[in-house]
Every structure is written in C-alpha cells, then in structure tokens.
C-alpha cells in the first residue's frame, strides 16, 4: 500500500461531505505518529484540510497518575483519560461548525497541554493515533466505533525497538534507562496492542512507505496509480 493508495482511500471515505475521522493503531515506536504526519501533509496537498489529534494528548496529567499511584507505568491504558479522548472524537464528528481544540503531548515535558491543537470547520479529515484504538474494552470499543476506520502501523520489531530506544534516548533517558523503560513499560503495552491487529480495516507497512520529511505531499501527485 504507497502512500498515493492510502490518499485515495481516504478520499473516497470523505466523499459523502461527512467529517472522516481515520485512526492509526499500533505498538510503541511503530511509527504512528510520523505516519500521521505525513499523511496530514498528504492529504491538504491533494486537497482535503486535515488535523493530526493524538491520542497522546490523553495521557493523564503526572499529578493525577501520582494521585493514582500509576505514574511508573505512563503508557499503559489505564494512564489515559479514554473517555475524555471518546468525548472529544464524537464532538470532532458532530461540531464542524466552530473551532474545536484538542489537548497535544509535549515530550520534552511528557506532560500533556490543552487546547494546542486546533480543528477548524473546514477540517474534512481528522487523523488521529495512538496505542490502543482497537483494544477490545468496552470504552475503547466506542473510540473505535466512534472512528470512521481504524489502521494497524506495522514495523519489523527489531527496527521498532531499534527506534524506540533511540526515541527514548533523544528525548532525555540515558541508553540504560531507556532499555530498561523499554523492557518494563513498553514492550508489556505492546504484548497488548499486537493482540489487537486483526481487529483493524487495514494493515499498513510503514517500512514500505516513503516517510521522509516533506516526501508525503508529493503522495497526491501519484493518487490513482496502482502501488
Ligand atoms: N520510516 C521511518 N524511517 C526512519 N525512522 C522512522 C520511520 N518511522 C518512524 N521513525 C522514527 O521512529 C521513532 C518512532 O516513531 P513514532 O514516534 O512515529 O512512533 P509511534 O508509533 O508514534 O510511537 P509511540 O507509540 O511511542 O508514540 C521516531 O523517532 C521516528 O522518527
Ligand atoms: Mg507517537
């Protein structure tokens, strides 16, 4: 599937006029939020405004995981606020005619930040991502049904850890306490996420994309063709 394909799908699915909500599920590190990305960039450049709303912008506050007693393991499902996230999809849904704002992730502070990203009424596709979109609990069985369709971002797992750890590492962890965090948090989540795979509309190889910075929007020009 090029990411010409994916452009192409997603415009059919708007093309009823309906606000198309597009999520993309997957391990820790996949490459879900790159993927999103760029197919944000892809599609205003075929001609269909869309927003990247992460789910990340759920994770609970430091302050309530500490509260909770979860703050050692930020990342497992029950770290997130998923009825927050179910309410804020419906209203992306339903208020196409007033600016709704969403909550993003700063990883430099690992904390989130309301009302950093704003979805304006001609937003025709919202790209949203993250870990647990297909995971088969009741609250997120309404995350999924509140979506139009559902992704799976797959990735050699050895490239996956590769780029995880390196994530990590970039973002402040020492090597050992990235593994370690990888080891510990991560990879349990992502024993999880992988059971969920069947569940999506379609699977996409991300390695057989071109993710490069500024690459995506020239994924327009070949919308049409096969590949
Ligand atoms: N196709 C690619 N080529 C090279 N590096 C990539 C590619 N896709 C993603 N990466 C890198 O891999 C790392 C993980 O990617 P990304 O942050 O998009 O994953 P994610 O699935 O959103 O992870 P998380 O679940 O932790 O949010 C990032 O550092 C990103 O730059
Ligand atoms: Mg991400």
New binding site residues.
Partial sequence: MSGARLIERVRGLAAGGDRVVIGIA??????????AGRLVEGLAAAGLPAVWVPM?GFHLADVALEALGRLGRKGAMDTFDAHGYLALLRRLRAETGNVVYAPSFDREIEQPIAGAIAVPPGTRVVVS???YLLADDDVWRRVRAAMTEVWY?E?DDDVRLD??T??HV?FGKTRDQAVRWVAEV?EPNAALIRATRDQADLLVD??A?D??DGHAATWSRGAGRSG
Avoid at 26 to 35: H, M, N, V
């Fill in positions: 997957g391990c820790p590190g996949a490459g879900k939020s790159t993927l990340d991502e993250g870990n971002a990735v780029r995880l390196r994530r970039r991560d991300i390695d994309l993710l490069t």
